[in-house]
Nanobody, 124 residues
Framework: QLQASGGGLVQVGGSLRLPCAAT????????MGWFRQYPGKERQVVSY????????YYADSVKGRFTISRDNAKNIVTLQMDNLKPEDAATYYC???????????????????WGKGTQVTVSS
């Protein structure tokens, strides 16, 4: 299971940190990612990180502002979100899969594990 937390209300330009704790599977075998979903819209990948932590991906819209990291000793993946913009307001979902390719699938189709969403609200 994946348990995400850290969502909340923040002002434009502020920061939030979204940790996601994993249990029940061998964390360091899995690619970990974050997706977000706007109301009425499809879920989209925001960022992902390889099992080793050596490879990361960021959507163009968050490059330079978001940082993904993982602690394989603690089974946690974290999305640090800085300089938040109104368009970052969404529900964020933690995800895990054995294959990096799955992170690139539309909607994250076939993902092994999804966490429950955590809401991020950005006020101007």
């Amino acid at each position: 299971q994946l348990q995400a937390s850290g969502g909340g209300l923040v002002q434009v330009g502020g920061s939030l940190r979204l940790p996601c704790a994993a249990t029940g599977f061998t964390f360091n075998y899995y690619v970990m990612g974050w997706f977000r979903q706007y109301p009425g819209k499809e879920r989209q990948v925001v960022s992902y990180i390889s099992s080793s932590g050596l490879t990361t991906y960021y959507a163009d819209s968050v490059k330079g502002r978001f940082t993904i990291s993982r602690d394989n000793a603690k089974n946690i993946v974290t999305l640090q979100m800085d300089n938040l913009k109104p368009e970052d307001a969404a529900t964020y979902y933690c995800a895990a899969d054995r294959l990096m390719q799955t992170m690139r699938e539309p909607l994250g189709y076939g993902m092994d594990y999804w966490g429950k969403g955590t809401q991020v609200t950005v006020s101007s």
